[in-house]
């Protein structure tokens, strides 16, 4: 498996423009997690997902915010309106629940909100 | 509730110096610990997990229940060590609770 796989890896938007961020999680894992990090805030748990369904979406900041998993092998975070405070890396992760019970991280998406 | 708490934003050491990078942990079943390392702009990585008691690049670190602390050791501290290293707790909801990490940097 090539593991967590994100896209895009750096992203530079206008601000109110609409952003999405794309995930493919490990296959197998039934849990996926959408995190951000800042600098201030370090990494922050924004929604997470077991098999396909979200879960616990009380890390999302706002209603500007929403995320998707329509299927096991796909998840996608969207920003609309996109802010400038919104810059950040967004981190997506999977974990199974068999024996290896660390959570995979993808590379990340480097957000730039202009 | 579960809780991931490290208390330094940054610890700069010398080459060759001990290396101790505290976590403190709140959780009122028992936790699984890890800890992650981050290198320059890249992804999250397991370092290692108190399950496994196991040394990963010299580092080491021991769970402590009575004092609710799993503290990240390295005697010896390499200029490749430099990066931020997260402390995260897994309870049984399977949810990953990280701390704020610490930056580590190690000069020559």
């Known amino acids: 498996d090539a593991g967590v796989i994100q896209s895009p890896r750096h992203e530079v938007t206008e601000m109110g423009q609409e952003v999405t961020l794309r995930c493919k999680p490990i296959?197998?894992?039934?849990?996926l997690f959408w995190y951000r990090q800042t600098m201030m805030r370090g990494l922050e748990l924004l929604i997470y997902f077991n098999n396909n369904v979200p879960i616990d979406d009380s890390g999302m900041p706002e209603d500007r915010f929403s995320a998707k998993m329509p299927n096991a092998s796909f998840s996608t975070l969207k920003i609309q309106p996109s802010e400038p405070r919104d810059s950040a890396v967004y981190f997506c992760?999977?974990?199974?629940?068999?024996?290896?019970?660390?959570?995979?991280f993808g590379q990340g998406t480097r957000l730039t909100v202009v | 509730a579960q809780r991931v708490t490290q208390p330094e934003k940054l610890l700069s050491v010398f080459k060759g110096a001990p290396v101790e990078l505290k976590c403190n942990y709140s959780?009122?079943?028992?936790?699984?610990l890890f800890w992650y390392v981050q290198y320059s702009r890249q992804r999250l990585q397991l370092l290692l997990r108190?399950?496994s008691r196991e040394s990963i690049k010299g580092f080491t670190a021991d769970l402590n229940k009575g004092e609710t602390s799993f503290h990240l050791k390295k005697p010896f501290a390499q200029e490749e060590d430099s990066a931020m290293y997260y402390c995260a707790l897994t309870g049984g909801s399977y949810i990953p609770t990280f701390g704020r990490g610490t930056s580590l940097i190690v000069h020559p």
């Open positions: 296959s197998g894992h039934d849990y």
């Open positions: 108190h399950i």
């Open positions: 992760a999977s974990r199974g629940t068999g024996m290896e019970t660390e959570a995979f």
């Open positions: 959780y009122s079943g028992s936790p699984e």
